[in-house]
């Protein structure tokens, strides 16, 4: 696990913030683990290789790494500053509220054109958590 926080000058356009629009889809990749399902799942679990390669993926919108708030939480604060509603997948097989302890997952919202691409590049679980409206 790891933390970061950075302070300093950006190129706005870069910025994986505030650009979610309705009709794209929201995933999380990775599992929200804790303890020793962490240290027994590692090929569940998202590491900084697998953040960086997201983070160089244009077609991503936004990032949210799930930490001990739980998918829930981190999803409620993207919908709140982005303005948008959401449609639940209807059958979901992840806990929304689980915490994701060291950051081991992380929502990704994107074009429906870019799942299959998304596939492609990481090769952790990938579930769909539903669209935004």
């Known amino acids: 696990s790891m933390g970061i926080t950075c302070i300093g ?10 650009k979610t629009k309705s ?10 683990m804790v303890g020793n399902e962490v240290v ?5 679990a998202l590491d ?3 953040f960086e ?8 919108k936004e990032m949210l790494p799930v930490g001990s708030r739980g998918i829930e939480c981190e999803l409620n604060d993207l919908l709140k500053y982005n303005g948008l509603n ?13 915490s994701g302890g ?26 769909i958590i539903g669209s935004f409206l």
């Open 86 to 98: 959401f449609k639940y997948e209807s059958n979901l097989s992840i806990d929304l509220k689980k």
């Open 9 to 18: 000058l950006c190129d706005k356009d870069k910025l994986k913030f505030n």
């Open 40 to 44: 027994n799942n590692p090929d569940k």
């Open 53 to 60: 390669k997201l983070f160089h993926c244009d077609f991503i």
């Open 23 to 32: 009709g794209d889809l929201c995933l999380i990749i990775g599992l929200p």
């Open 102 to 127: 060291p950051s081991t997952s992380c929502i990704v919202t994107l074009s429906k054109d870019n799942l299959e691409e998304i596939k492609s590049i990481i090769k952790k679980p990938i579930n």
């Open 48 to 50: 900084i290789e697998d």
